[in-house]
T-cell receptor, first 115, second 113 residues
Framework: AQTVTQSQPEMSVQEAETVTLSCTYDTSESDYYLFWYKQPPSRQMILVIRQEAYKQQNATENRFSVNFQKAAKSFSLKISDSQLGDAAMYFCAYRPMNRDDKIIFGKGTRLHILP | DTAVSQTPKYLVTQMGNDKSIKCEQNLGHDTMYWYKQDSKKFLKIMFSYNNKELIINETVPNRFSPKSPDKAHLNLHINSLELGDSAVYFC????????????FGPGTRLTVL
């Protein structure tokens, strides 16, 4: 069965600094998608970034980038120039590439931004 | 304009009652989902519908019954509520296909007393 593990329940970073959130996953599939979702205190789930497993190039979205290591089954999220609005729960998620498109979420990392 | 809406946002009820949560999306998506987020923030899928057809049905008690009257709506009815049903329930929608982003509703916090 596929699993997603986020080993850091909480992290803190100084405003304007860079922080990396870890995520590992387990799957026997070769084609899949990986996502990072953000859940601020408002509860709204927001997609931050996604990565196709068949692409070697790491995805980037403005201050957010990933380090995707397929062989190691690792998918970390780097947030540069951290801002107060980045404070949230961050969920790593895996989704197989088939019609039964169920997303499997990790347990989340709560990110605190220190002013 | 609200993309995925859920009503109500908060629901407090007694054990044993029956309640429904409604979900509507105006994005033209053909797939809709229900997720449960427990008190430890763990988010797990419960159901998925594609074009009104049940696609995913995780190990959920049969007290939970989703109903999709059309592609834009996926309601969740819960019978005989139990204390352990207390959680935040999220509806989501997407176009068919694993790559496509799932858009989440604001969540419904259900508290069973």
């Amino acid at each position: 069965a596929q699993t997603v593990t986020q080993s850091q329940p909480e992290m803190s970073v100084q405003e304007a600094e860079t922080v990396t959130l870890s995520c590992t996953y387990d799957t026997s599939e070769s084609d899949y998608y990986l996502f990072w979702y953000k859940q601020p205190p408002s509860r709204q789930m927001i997609l931050v970034i996604r990565q196709e497993a068949y692409k070697q190039q790491n995805a980037t979205e403005n201050r957010f980038s990933v380090n995707f290591q397929k062989a190691a089954k690792s998918f970390s999220l780097k947030i540069s120039d951290s801002q107060l609005g980045d404070a949230a729960m961050y969920f790593c998620a895996y989704r197989p590439m088939n019609r039964d498109d169920k997303i499997i979420f990790g347990k989340g990392t709560r990110l605190h931004i220190l002013p | 304009d609200t993309a995925v809406s859920q009503t109500p946002k908060y629901l407090v009820t007694q054990m044993g009652n029956d309640k429904s949560i409604k979900c509507e999306q105006n994005l033209g998506h053909d797939t809709m989902y229900w997720y449960k987020q427990d008190s430890k923030k763990f988010l797990k899928i419960m159901f998925s519908y594609n074009n009104k057809e049940l696609i995913i049905n995780e190990t959920v008690p049969n007290r939970f019954s989703p109903k999709s009257p059309d592609k834009a709506h996926l309601n969740l009815h819960i019978n005989s509520l139990e204390l352990g049903d207390s959680a935040v329930y999220f509806c989501a929608s997407s176009h068919t296909g694993s790559y496509n982003e799932q858009f989440f509703g604001p969540g419904t916090r259900l508290t069973v007393l």
